[in-house]
């Protein structure tokens, strides 16, 4: 099998590589051979090298190979991974798979050492050679995260192929469809093979930022006192839509963490979609829990954009009882993925919000 | 009927395990060095990663006639001149610095804390901030009562409980110079304050890696089973500097080493290599635990502190290939100053798990590189079986937990030499913190406010963990202070001590690990 590895000749910096053709069993020598390049550069200690994780990528899609390595760089900053992306590519020959290589030292701070990063490029119809290729180029003894970059995968070869190995599997729901259908692909995820891998879901840590500051509202002592009044909710919804919207699958996720979290919620939670000029549909706007018998009311607020979230709660009587603002973190894929990798174990909270 | 306590139910799960509250942060001492070394940055690292509230103002306090204009500057300045801002950002700083804003006025005149109540008020009406505040006291240990004191009578401060909101005190180290000072110290703030509104600060304890020991020990199930005295020989505890007293003259004369360092840092490392493993990671199950640790080692009574004890100054010498002065000669200093500049120290662990194991402790000025660690070191094999093979010819195994500045764990074990024949030579394997975990990580600092911001006092010095150092270091500071018939210096600067540190170790048979 041949490869295309890209290493900087001796005396030379990484971006002054020089593509030449390997095979992909001398991957893991040309990565040393690059890793003591750096290290003639920088004459520093990039010897010392470590790896945490690998990180396999699924890109089914050549045009977004570009996208995926920038969100996978971003995570060597901070992560040093072996990450292998493999990209689907109906333009690749059959009977190979070509890699690209490089290691980075460069993106995390001084003097730490990061990730080796492989992309192998394959055609759809080479599934075993690719499977072969990851499998050869694990790092050893270290979990595997596998990213599926593309629609649903329960019936794409290479990802079985892949999923059998991988310690976590991590989607992003959003791309499966938005509202019931998208989370019924996610329920089958997380059944699948026995549950034995762990699944991360990007969408689901979009509305990390309302859980924690539903959850905050409810730290002070006086608003928790309120919650048990509390046995109704809203959830609002953006649409950019004219016609009727499925339910957004980000307010769905929440209203199961809300009902798993306060089961006498369940059935009493309204989706409503509200025609906005946001430009992410789906996105979540407001959360009321309210009271059917009395003024009490906990509402979170999003007006969107920059802005931070807001919230107030009310007493019985309507008063209000405390008021918050909250920052609204960063949504980029990047950031994303990190949070899904930072934690490899099973989120109980996502299971149980999605049953 | 017994009523159920309410459980927050979204909290469960969750990675926070607790939101920061709307607050505002006051610094006393606010044009001072730490201010704009560590508090500022610290603070701007905060507001980047958005850990702040975004209900969150800062008023500085100090003497220095500065408006908001000028304090603001100040941030600016501080952020781009500190090496510990990890991403600087503009619109970050634009946004921290519309929430900045100075009072000036004297600690002692309470019309200046009239002054700074009005500007509070202020805030907490423009930023939502509740009444929350956050007294931050970083100026010399002396003016800490007169400015609670101040505060109380202002009505800035009510004991916990009163209010619906909330009031911390942040007071850095020295608390207190002595067990009396201390106690006097504890009692004038809790005149004012209950325990659970004081956060003494020992920033050792924000260090990752220092909380890294305890993941070391407690979270692998490898090194907990022969974490005491049948495996041990000893352990040596180190904080070395390069640097002298800088233009700290006068506050060194009065303070020296023991006082500086060995009563808090060094006292917090040897306490969480030497802990038990607490129940829970709470404040209080945590602290009583290291506190344990400090009341169970034996005390240096006059008879032992020879063979247990030792004091050094540093004279004139070469540190990193420059000349420098000896302390004597330093700005502040008195020509026949005998403050000690650095001690070293046997201590012994009078419990089960550690009796008869010596803990060796050092820490000076002036030393030849900057460096902390504690050095854990294994009894040897008990017999080789390679012929031609002494077990005199292999150290023994150590780990080595180094805190700062490169932090990293390193086990020294012996290995083959290749070849034909039989030889071992120690090797040392390295794990280097940062090459594992690529991001950057946060200052103690950071570390510390946030704790105190979420009312978190696990990583902060309460009164009777203060109290049982000073017990313990009393004896040696009474003895060393009514000795005067000490020849100083007795080490030249760039050196590794005087050469009594050297002997303390040879009377057991033992070395101090180089560095």
């Not at chain 1, 690059?34 to 089914?60: E, F, H, Q, Y």
Request: glycine fraction near 6%; charged fraction near 25%.
């Amino acid at each position: 099998m041949a490869a295309l590895v890209n290493v900087p000749p001796d005396g030379a910096s990484p971006d002054e590589s020089v593509p030449k053709q390997i095979s992909v069993s001398d991957v893991d020598r040309e990565l040393d051979r690059a890793w003591k390049s750096l290290a003639a550069i920088r004459g520093d200690v990039m010897a010392l090298r470590s790896c945490t994780l690998n990180v396999v990528t699924l890109v089914p899609d050549a045009r977004q190979a570009g996208t995926a390595s920038s969100a996978i760089g971003s995570l060597a900053a901070v992560h040093p991974i072996r990450a292998i992306t493999v990209v689907e590519d109906a333009e690749a020959p059959e009977e190979a798979v070509r890699a690209w290589v490089g290691v980075d030292g460069s993106k995390g701070s001084a003097d730490h050492a990061c990730g080796a990063e492989i992309m192998l490029r394959a055609h759809p119809d080479s599934g075993p050679r690719a499977l072969s290729a990851v499998r050869g180029l694990l790092a050893a003894d270290l979990p595997v995260a596998l990213w599926w970059r593309g629609g649903p995968p329960l019936r794409a070869p290479l990802f079985a192929s892949m999923a059998a190995f991988a310690d976590k599997i991590i989607v992003d729901s959003v791309r499966f469809g938005d509202g019931e259908a998208g989370l019924d692909t996610l329920r089958r995820l997380i059944e699948y093979d026995g549950r034995r891998a762990a699944i991360g879901d990007l969408n689901w840590e979009r509305i990390a930022a309302w859980r924690l500051s539903i959850a905050a509202c409810f730290d002070h002592a006086d608003v928790l006192a309120l919650l048990p009044e509390l046995d109704r909710c809203t959830i609002e919804f953006a649409t950019n839509s004219v016609r009727t919207t499925p339910a957004s699958a980000r307010a769905l996720l929440l209203a199961g963490w809300l009902t798993d979290r306060v089961p006498r919620l369940a059935r009493r939670i309204r989706l409503n979609a509200r025609r906005d000029e946001h430009p992410l549909t789906g996105s979540i706007l407001r959360v009321v829990l309210s009271s059917s018998n009395s003024g009490c009311e906990v509402a979170v607020s999003w007006a969107g954009s920059a802005e931070d979230m807001s919230a107030a709660a009310r007493g019985p009587a309507g008063q209000e009882v405390r008021s918050w603002k909250f920052s609204r973190d960063t949504q980029s894929e990047a950031e994303l993925l990190h949070r899904c990798v930072d934690e490899l174990a099973r989120d109980p909270l996502l299971e149980a919000a999605l049953t | 009927m017994v009523a159920t306590e309410l459980v927050n139910p979204f909290r469960q799960g969750l990675r926070v395990d607790r939101a920061t509250e709307p607050c505002q942060l006051v610094i006393f001492g606010a044009s001072g060095d730490l201010t704009h070394r560590k508090l500022l940055p610290a603070i701007y690292n905060l507001a980047q990663a958005q850990l702040l509230p975004a209900a969150f103002s800062v008023t500085g306090f100090a003497r220095q006639a500065m408006d908001d204009a000028q304090f603001r500057s100040l941030l600016a300045t501080a952020v781009a001149e500190s090496g510990e801002v990890r991403r600087r950002d503009q619109q970050t700083l634009e946004e921290l610095e519309q929430r900045v804003h100075y009072v000036s006025g004297d600690f002692h005149d309470p019309t200046a804390y009239t002054a700074l109540k009005a500007a509070l008020e202020r805030s907490d009406a423009d930023y939502g901030t509740g009444g929350n505040r956050i007294f931050y006291i970083a100026t010399p240990a002396s003016l800490y009562v007169d400015i609670v004191e101040k505060l109380h009578a202002a009505g800035l401060v009510a004991q916990h409980g009163a209010s619906a909101s909330f009031v911390r005190v942040v007071v850095e180290k020295p608390f207190g110079r002595n067990l009396t000072s201390a106690r006097s110290l504890d009692k004038e703030l809790l005149d004012y304050l209950c325990e659970d509104q004081v956060y003494r600060i020992d920033h050792y304890l924000g260090k990752e890696t220092v909380q890294n020991i305890l993941v070391f020990r407690f979270a692998n199930g490898i090194f907990e089973p022969i974490w005491n005295r049948r495996y041990v020989d000893n352990v040596q505890i180190t904080v070395a500097e390069s640097l002298g007293i800088e233009s700290r003259g006068s506050f060194y004369e009065e303070t020296g080493v023991v006082r500086d360092i060995i009563q808090n840092h060094a006292l917090q490392l040897m306490s969480l290599v030497a802990m038990e493993p607490p129940t829970t990671f709470d404040a209080r199950d945590f602290r009583d635990e290291k506190i344990r640790v400090i009341e169970a080692i034996k005390p240096l009574g006059a008879a032992s502190l020879a063979q247990s004890a030792v004091r050094g100054q540093y004279g004139p010498g070469y540190v990193a290939g420059e000349s420098v002065a000896g302390y004597r000669q330093e700005d502040g200093v008195a020509l026949d100053s005998i403050t000690p500049t650095y001690a070293a120290l046997r201590f012994f662990v009078d419990n089960w798990r550690w009796a008869d194991v010596p803990f060796y402790v050092r820490s000076g000025k002036r030393l030849p590189k900057r460096t902390s660690e504690i050095a854990i070191h294994f009894k040897q094999a008990p017999h080789l079986p390679f012929r031609k093979t002494q077990v005199g010819e292999l150290t023994s195994n150590v780990l080595a937990l180094s805190i700062q500045p490169n932090e990293a764990i390193t086990l020294r074990f012996g290995a083959k030499v290749p070849g034909p024949s039989m030889r071992v030579r120690s090797v040392a394997m390295d794990f280097g913190y940062g090459a594992a975990f690529g991001a950057e990580e946060s200052s103690a600092y950071e570390r510390l406010i946030l704790d105190c911001m979420k009312g978190d006092q696990t990583l902060f010095d309460r009164a009777d963990g203060v109290e049982a150092a000073w017990s313990l270091l009393d004896p040696v500071l009474a003895a060393w202070d009514a000795d005067r018939a000490v020849a100083f210096p007795n080490y030249a600067a760039g050196t590794w001590g005087p050469p009594e540190a050297d002997r303390l170790l040879a009377q057991d048979g033992r070395q101090w690990r180089h560095l």
